[in-house]
């Protein structure tokens, strides 16, 4: 009985860690609010991601611990995502015009800052620091990402809705956009940087984002 009793706060302190805090430049961006998509960030939705003493959490973390070691593309998360998208039109030599690019740049900031309004609203704790509390290890390349919230994943869900608003836009690309997203997702995840919740929930926020603005 004293062992169960033990687990069970055990659990529930697990529970109680998150993120309470967000840097100051991103509290600012979260108060600019976003515009282009005609919804507030009240209007913004997703389902909470499993708790952190969940049997789910335990799983990815072995997850993320099997992915340790493996190769990953490193430019999909540490260059701009500007830098990334033109590396890729540059490769398939399309040109896209100087009003698209800038209302393509100002689409993806709003994207990111809604991002980071569900990320401080969940407060979820990053792969690193929660795997401690399991006595797993897991790549600390990132670990200065550790202080912010993960879930949803803003590059994953910045990727996610390139691949939806150019690829409808430019068909014959869309493929090479789908195989950079993925990248993304599994460089994102081989680093330990984010749960695979955080990723499923970032296509979710994509497609809602993507829905918004054609709407």
């Known amino acids: 009985m004293k062992s169960f009793k033990h687990h069970l706060l055990t659990a529930k302190e697990l529970d109680s860690l998150r993120v309470t805090t967000c840097p100051k430049p991103l509290a600012i961006r979260v108060d600019e609010g976003i515009t282009r998509f005609e919804v507030g960030l009240d209007d ?15 799983y990815e973390l072995d997850e993320l611990a099997k992915y340790s ?22 490769e398939h030599r399309v040109h896209l015009p100087v009003p698209s690019c800038k209302r393509m740049t100002a689409v993806l900031r709003e994207a990111r800052t809604a991002c980071v309004a569900l990320q401080s609203h969940h407060g979820r704790i990053r792969p690193r620091i929660l795997a401690e509390h399991y006595s797993n290890t897991l790549p600390d390349t990132y670990k200065h990402h550790d202080a912010t919230p993960s879930y949803p994943s803003t590059r994953s ?11 409808e836009r430019l068909p014959k690309l869309e493929p090479h956009l789908h195989t950079l997203s993925q990248d993304t997702d599994r460089s994102l995840l081989c680093s330990a940087l984010h749960y695979r919740s955080d990723i499923e929930a970032s296509h979710e926020l994509a497609r809602y984002l993507f829905t918004a603005l054609k709407r």
Do not use: C, R, W
Request: aromatic residues 8%; hydrophobic residues 40%.
């Open 44 to 58: 913004l939705y997703l389902p909470h991601p499993p708790s952190n003493s969940s049997k789910q959490t335990k």
């Open 69 to 90: 070691g493996s190769v990953y593309n490193p430019n999909v998360i540490e260059l701009p995502i500007s830098a990334v998208l033109s590396g890729l039109l540059d």
């Open 157 to 167: 869900t910045q990727m996610a809705f390139l691949e939806l608003y150019l690829g």
